[in-house]
């Protein structure tokens, strides 16, 4: 491998919808880099990303992959992403790793549903942006009218930085030029509007633009150009086929001239401090010879490598055989391998300079999101966390095979620690193991690789939904607990107070005990037991949450005070003092917001208002289709995956969102009651 410099790196991810041809992009671009000598084929399973079997069985992209490459004597490292939204999780992720985004829009299908939500989390992390419109070589297409649907979504700064021509089988570029053939615009009136654009980020620039008339040479305007980017000022807007070719030698120009090196795009947002201490932002400097800051945005469960830590660095250079602390850790840890990636391959070199992006092997403290360095100067510091969907759709899960338990459980923990958005919940109450991902494709994928890679069947059933149970007024409970068989007994009296609080505001625990009645070391023994009752719930057998509960008063006696004894007093006090206090069961409320044709909106309308769930806003997106967002509980969406594939005949697409937990409809909070109870009566 050559040797480069900081200054040479660039750091870029392929985001967008799914099947607008990110991985066929990145493969054309490896091709043209002469990275690799032919190109793959994402429908024949060849391609350097797509490389896992789950991959090239389903078609599309389940991971993120990285890939890098030399061009015009700059070195790119590049993230291909997954489109769909069930797996946007490792898309997310990967914007903690680079300085600029491609957002790459399908010409046939326009602005979809990750298309938007990517430029925005792109924008929120203040990464460089660039638009790709891929697929140019398709038929019967309308680009001009694509552009202004873009122009009108993401505003007039998103500019034509090159043009299609001859019928879209090349592209012309428009910030060296000012002439071509092309087929829609000008590039003399394009190329006029992008300087312009550009040179309003110098003053003295713009001064000297106004009084010659002359355009400035590429030199001047390569500052200007990555501070309109920055700022977000700017975001070119480049026309390319993956499949023809078109436009690829273009967008590999751009990426080495004019994506930002390290220094160049914003800083990562770090800050120092310890954990509910006030936080010190820390800005880490793309220097080779300062003090190690990397950060890990990605952990994969290699079967053969074991643990493996992908990340980003910022700061310093890592050497093989050099210590570094995970995060806080007093334990440093030897770097033994220090590698580069190229999809499924792996290439050990010796050292990686702040930009670039590598991994490490076989180092089981290394956790997503964490940070690594070489000195206690680095102490405490972190990169601000980005924000992840919440996980809402969820299976039970439970192993075929008696005696499978507990390699269940560590197969789940490999899967959660590969993906931000895939969570394990234990039920104690229904000795329910449930996984939650962000969709029911996300979780099919979870069970097929548990069956393929890991060899493990499970059977699989609706879960109980997460519901909560809160009071609506205040109320008083007192419980004596007194047990007397012989030798020492137990005692203990607890009087507690309970009122509301604000829905999300959780449980608050006060001691308010005066003249010592419940003697302090017995304080712990009352919160433990008041936690047990809210845990078991009073209504329907659901965790009660958003109260606030004082213990006033109580008595306990010279020998026969226990813990344990109020522990008990504790628990049938508060359970007490619910039943006083009008509960009632809350539900998740899910943010919906679903990709549909035109012509079935009345159908889903209707749909989603069977399953109490009402719209609060329609868009139309072009081409015959729109975007309906809406709000519907969860309890309601467990087949919905196939309900949408039926009205849509298989074009629609959804994600949600958690909002809020909402008060259950009377008749829902009887039936589940009533089910609470004959449970009561079982055991």
Do not use: W
């Not at 220094?263 to 400097?285: H, I, T, W």
């Amino acid at each position: 491998m050559s040797k480069y410099t900081t200054e040479a790196i660039r750091s870029v991810a392929l985001v967008g919808h799914g099947a607008v041809g990110k991985t066929t992009l990145a493969e054309a671009l490896l091709h043209a880099a002469g990275a690799i000598p032919s190109r793959g084929s994402v429908e024949k399973g060849s391609t350097v990303c797509d490389f896992d079997s789950q991959e090239k069985e389903t078609g599309h992209s389940l991971n993120s992959a990285i890939i890098n490459f030399g061009y015009e004597n700059t070195h790119v490292h590049l993230i291909d992403t997954p489109g769909y939204p069930d797996f946007s999780g490792q898309s997310i992720a990967a914007l903690a790793g680079v300085d600029s985004a491609l957002i790459v829009i399908n010409a046939q299908t326009g602005i979809e549903l990750m298309t938007e939500r990517m430029m925005a989390l792109a924008a929120e992390r203040k990464l460089c942006r660039m638009i790709v419109i891929n697929k140019i070589d398709a038929d019967n297409l309308d680009l001009p009218a694509l552009v202004a649907d873009i122009r009108d979504r993401f505003g007039k700064q998103c500019m034509l930085l090159d043009l299609p021509s001859h019928g879209a089988a090349d592209v012309v570029e428009v910030l060296e030029g000012t002439a071509g053939e092309v087929d829609f615009e000008s590039v003399a009136a394009v190329h006029r509007a992008l300087i312009d654009q550009i040179v309003e980020e110098d003053e003295s620039l713009l001064a000297q633009y106004l009084e010659d008339g002359a355009d400035p040479d590429l030199a001047a305007l390569h500052a200007p150009f990555e501070k309109a980017l920055r700022e977000g000022h700017l975001i070119p807007i480049l026309f390319t086929s993956a499949k023809t070719g078109a436009g690829i030698k273009a967008l590999l120009h751009v990426l080495a001239s004019l994506a930002p090196n390290p220094a160049e795009g914003n800083p990562p947002p770090f800050y120092k401090g310890l954990p509910g201490d006030q936080r010190e932002s820390f800005q880490a400097v793309p220097d080779p010879d300062k003090h190690v800051l990397a950060h890990v945005f990605k952990v994969v469960a290699d079967p053969y490598m074991g643990k493996i830590g992908i990340f980003r660095v910022h700061q310093g250079t890592i050497r093989k055989d050099a210590q570094l602390f995970v995060g806080d850790s007093k334990r440093p840890f030897k770097v033994a391998h220090l590698y580069q990636l190229q999809g499924k391959d792996v290439l050990e070199v010796d050292q990686l300079l702040p930009g670039d992006i590598g991994a490490i092997a076989k180092v089981e403290e290394v956790d997503f999101d964490a940070v690594l360095h070489d000195s206690h100067d680095e102490d405490h510091i972190h990169l601000v966390p980005l924000e992840f969907p919440k996980p809402m759709v969820g299976l039970a899960v439970e192993t075929k095979k008696k005696g499978d338990e507990q390699r269940l459980f560590d197969i789940l923990g490999k899967l959660a620690m590969e993906d931000p958005t895939f969570l394990i919940e234990r039920h104690p109450t229904s000795n329910e193991t449930v996984i939650r991902g962000l969709g029911e494709i996300h979780l099919k994928a979870k069970l097929e690789k548990m069956a393929s890679q890991y060899k493990l069947d499970v059977d699989t059933k609706p879960p109980r939904i997460p519901y909560r149970e809160t009071i609506t007024g205040p109320a008083e409970g007192i419980h004596r607990h007194k047990k007397q068989s012989g030798g020492a007994g137990q005692f203990g009296e607890v009087h507690l107070r309970i009122e509301p609080k604000g829905r999300g505001e959780g449980f608050e625990f006060v001691d308010a005990v005066k003249g010592g009645v419940i003697p302090g070391v017995f304080m712990a023994a009352v919160e433990k037991g008041v936690r047990q009752g809210l845990a078991g719930g009073v209504v329907a057998g659901y965790a009660v949450d958003d109260l606030k509960v004082t213990v006033f008063d109580g008595k306990t006696h010279a020998v026969d005070g226990k813990e344990v004894a109020f522990v008990t007093a504790g628990r049938k006090a508060v359970v007490e003092a619910i039943r006083a206090a009008r509960p009632i069961v809350l539900e998740p409320i899910v943010n919906i917001e679903i990709m549909v044709p035109e012509s079935a909106i009345g159908d889903l309308s209707g749909d989603l208002a069977g399953r109490r769930g009402h719209i609060t806003g329609t868009d139309g997106r072009g081409r015959g289709m729109a975007a309906i967002s809406g709000e519907v509980p969860l309890a309601e969406l467990n087949d919905y995956q196939s309900r949408l594939k039926s009205l849509t005949g298989g074009q629609g697409s959804y994600r949600i969102e958690f909002a809020r937990y909402s008060a259950v409809p009377a008749n829902v909070q009887q039936q589940l009651a009533s089910k609470f109870q004959l449970h009561d009566e079982d055991d």
